[in-house]
């Protein structure tokens, strides 16, 4: 039976998990996302509102050229040698994933340097720009009277990633 290789176009199935077994993503039709944001059925839709990165609604194998940069080069390597049929377990540790949490990257914006009609909420997933019109991305973490405090950490960012991993075919 051939076994994969670098360089070799695959087909995986795999199952993302955090330490505690919540499922970030899958390419599984039968596993349920957690990630917040994705329970509505317009998960997947051009209605979505749970972001780019979701991962729900997003189901079917998944096809990658094994050395190419297009997965975490962990799982790149741990396709390498195995054959169709075999799963694997791989752990990414926080700081190979999505870096560790920093909290220096958690900031306060007086309520008024910001627009009179932004009504953030907590857990709202925002982009700002500045003068320049360089965007970045943030996560809306505490609301109150004189400021909002916003996150520019990853979501998943501090969290060692879990990845069950299955080479479906060697195309």
Request: proline content about 4%; some cysteine; hydrophobic content about 30%.
């Amino acid at each position: 039976m051939a076994q994969a290789k670098n360089g070799d176009k695959v087909k995986i199935n795999y199952i993302g998990s955090l330490e505690d077994g919540t499922v970030f993503d899958s390419t599984l039709e039968d596993s349920e996302c957690e990630t917040e944001g994705c329970e509505s059925d317009d998960c997947g839709t051009d209605d979505c509102d749970c972001g780019d990165d979701c991962g729900c609604g997003e189901t079917g194998p998944m096809e990658m050229t094994i050395g190419a940069g297009e997965f975490f080069p962990q799982i790149e390597e741990a396709l390498i040698g195995m054959v169709a049929g075999e799963k694997k377990s791989v752990v990414i540790p926080a700081k190979d994933a999505f870096g560790e949490y920093d909290t220096e990257k958690v900031f306060n914006v007086p309520r008024s340097d910001m627009p009179e009609d932004l009504k953030p909420e907590v857990g709202d997933e925002l982009t700002l720009s500045n003068d320049d019109d360089e965007e970045i991305d943030v996560t809306v973490v505490e609301v109150n009277d004189d400021s909002v405090t916003f996150d520019t950490n990853h979501p998943l960012a501090g969290e060692d990633l879990t990845f069950e991993i299955e080479l479906l075919e060697i195309l």
